[in-house]
DNA sequence: AATTTAAGTGTAAAATTAACACTAAGATAA
DNA sequence: TTATCTTAGTGTTAATTTTACACTTAAATT
């Protein structure tokens, strides 16, 4: 379908862009990924992945382009954040960030250095490196957001394999909630809510009891939410 | 400040403009402002106030802006939303849309019908007209996101007078979540939170016992929410 | 003086949350 | 082959929070 108006709206614009916010976990704390920049400004500083928006592209696609290039990742979920305006955000110019933030499996995946990257690279997110731009305002906003976000959406097994065990979901939501929580009333809760399937499978060649692996019902939570049922941890 | 840098991004980019979504109360049902657009395209159909923004005011100036410009309001409670990047939203050219929500005491303010508009008023939610572009989604977000939020964070004042009775927040309360609350209940909870204060003054010449006046007390608010603290309804 | 209308108020049952400690299983070390 | 180490897995009780519910009071109007 072609354009047949030819109105342009003929002021000067900001230069559009997106920025990732991409979160992995792998046992222990929740983990970040940054690029180190291969070009000026910031030459050589740690950023979040980001890129120019194309005309044919939305925020959105553009978002899953960047981190589908950084990390290979096809599939993933990915949420919009905010939208960072400020006017002398970039020494460049103008440019008008829309923020997305990922949660991905980062075990599935191997980093690769995209454009104008020299490297790309997990940082555990107390030991983060000073970054680039506005992207630890960035970075500040999405912390609070999957905080909120994930006692209230089943989010927490997007950062885990397809199979994991009650231990390792509840040591997701330590290490984003910052708190410890009591390992019986967590299991009540989760298993109470029907939304994990229990395998056929255990652990293997662990130096203790194996734990049995659990999946996530996709399924069961669509059926749930449509009768009313909203997850809360 | 000059720019020093001359550094420019050479490929084409999409408008960028801002949509609100402005909502008021009188006592009845929560309502929505739009305006009656002048011009082409959807000349004469109802939309949410929008513009342009500004290549030196950041998304929310320029909402506020246009905000202000549709109500002669100057201060209000304003969040930013979503943002919207559909490549066809707009039928004259590509235009990313940053959209707000808005909470405003309708009473305080004269609706004025800006440049391009025939003019504003004021629809009961559901009593509204047909919305013009994408902006039946945006307001639809809208709704989801405000329903969400009331509950978790002190908002519903904002739509109110300075002076309220708890009946008037309550009722506040009950058209923004489309269901009834128990007035005892609702009662205990509020004022147990020690965040109204109770004014010595009450309603006069109403045929009935005349309800006692409160004011929302902000420093209250951001005094208990550093020690903690989080509202909730 | 009687009527109308909404304000204002407390208690008890039900549901949810929080606190807490031992046994079971599997691998490894002695 | 037995003992040891480590984490998986499991229930109950008290405390707190939430829900349900109805009558009296005050002010204007008839």
Redesign the pocket.
Known sequence: MKKQNTYHYPYERPALATDCVIFGFDGGELKLLLIERENEPFKNKWALPGGFVYMQETTEECAKRILSEKTGIKYMFIEQLYTFSDIDRDPRERIVSVAYFALVNKHQYELVAGRDTIKAEWFELSKLPKLAFDHSKILKIAIQRLKGKVSYQPIGFELLDEKF???QLQSVYESILEMPI????F???ILGMKLLKPLDE?EQ????????FFSFDKKAYKELTQKGFHFEL
Do not use: F, I
């Open positions: 065990t009650l231990t009591d390992k019986r009333n299991r009540k809760k255990k060649n662990v130096a203790r009891k194996a734990a049995q």
